[in-house]
């Protein structure tokens, strides 16, 4: 009886911790999407300031849907990673600029 009870134990451990470490690895997945796509996004809106500088409007249109097609993807992973991890911070504030990304992403 006390085998069964243990074993029991250490199945629910070890399964405890099998889904911890496949919750940490899809939170870490959507942080470095999130970190990959913001930087992304990032590059485009500067390459999209210049060509807008330099006159050519269509080419500053191109880069800013870009960027935010890029934001909106970030901004996603990072709700989702927030919610994964079960925050207790307010994703309004995401949710904002996500709406931020989706206007700069639909303006043109």
């Known amino acids: 009886m006390n085998y069964l009870i243990g074993m029991m134990l250490f199945i629910s451990i070890i399964f405890t911790s099998i889904d911890k470490v496949i919750a940490g690895s899809e939170y870490d997945k959507l942080m470095n999407e999130w970190n990959l796509k ?26 800013q849907r870009e960027a935010g097609k890029q934001g909106v993807e970030a901004t996603q992973s990072l709700i989702k990673a927030f919610k994964l991890s079960e925050s207790t911070q307010d994703i309004s504030n995401l949710e904002a600029g996500l709406n931020k990304w989706k206007e700069l992403r639909d303006f043109c």
């Open 38 to 63: 913001i930087e992304l996004a990032s590059d485009s809106l500067k390459e999209a300031e210049a060509a807008l500088k330099e006159g050519d409007a269509l080419e500053g249109c191109v880069k």
